[in-house]
C-alpha cells in the first residue's frame, strides 16, 4: 500500500515537473538569454606551430639515421631499404644452414662497420627490379623498397663484395637470376 502511494506522489511530482519545464522552454528566446562571458583560467596557451620536416631520405645522411638490420638491408628513419646489386647470406629461420647463418652474422656486422665509420655517404632510392606494378608487395622484394647506398662515391656492394662477405646479385629491370646457396 505504501508503495503504490509513493508511486502516485512521483507521478505526480513528474507530471508537474513537464509543465513547469514545458512552461519555461516555451518562454525561451535565445536573444533575452546570452551567452555567459569566458571564464579566465590560468591555463597556458597552446600554439601548434607545425613540425618540422624531416630531412630527407636521399642524398647526403649521416650514419647515426642509419640502422643496419642484414648484410643487405638497412633503415632509416624507420623505413627499411633492401640494397640492390649484391647478394648477403641470410639470417635466422630465413638461412638454410649454420653455416649460412655465420656468413649472415658477418656481413651484417661488416656493413655496420662501415656505416659506422662512414664519412661521406649517400643514399639513393632506386626502382625495385620487380614485374611491373608489384612493388611495394611480398610478391617484390618482401615489400621493401630498393635502394643504393654508396661511402665517398664507392657503392657499398662493391666493397661487400671484395671483402667476400656478399655476391655480385645483378638483377634485370623486371627480374632477378635465382639466388645460390650459402651453405
Not at 4 to 13: F, K
Not at 153 to 162: Q, T, V
Request: some cysteine.
Amino acid at each position: 500500500m505504501l508503495a503504490v502511494a509513493v508511486t502516485g506522489a512521483l507521478l505526480a511530482l513528474g507530471a508537474s515537473y513537464r509543465d513547469q519545464l514545458g512552461e519555461l522552454t516555451a518562454s525561451y528566446t535565445p536573444s533575452a538569454h546570452p551567452a555567459p562571458p569566458p571564464v579566465a583560467t590560468n591555463a597556458p596557451t597552446v600554439v601548434k606551430l607545425g613540425v618540422p620536416a624531416p630531412e630527407p631520405i636521399e642524398g647526403a645522411i649521416d650514419a647515426r639515421r642509419i640502422a643496419v638490420v642484414g648484410g643487405d638491408t638497412i633503415r632509416i628513419e624507420g623505413q627499411s631499404f633492401r640494397l640492390i646489386g649484391f647478394d648477403t647470406p641470410s639470417t635466422g629461420l630465413s638461412a638454410r644452414c649454420a653455416a649460412e647463418r655465420d656468413k649472415a652474422v658477418q656481413a651484417t656486422q661488416r656493413l655496420r662497420d662501415i656505416v659506422a665509420a662512414a664519412g661521406g655517404m649517400k643514399f639513393q632510392r632506386v626502382a625495385c627490379p620487380c614485374e611491373p606494378g608489384s612493388e611495394g608487395t611480398l610478391r617484390c622484394n618482401d615489400a621493401l623498397p630498393c635502394g643504393v647506398l654508396s661511402i665517398s662515391g664507392r657503392d657499398i656492394s662493391d666493397i661487400l663484395i671484395s671483402e667476400g662477405v656478399a655476391r655480385p646479385y645483378v638483377c634485370s629491370r623486371t627480374k632477378c637470376p635465382p639466388k645460390q646457396s650459402w651453405c
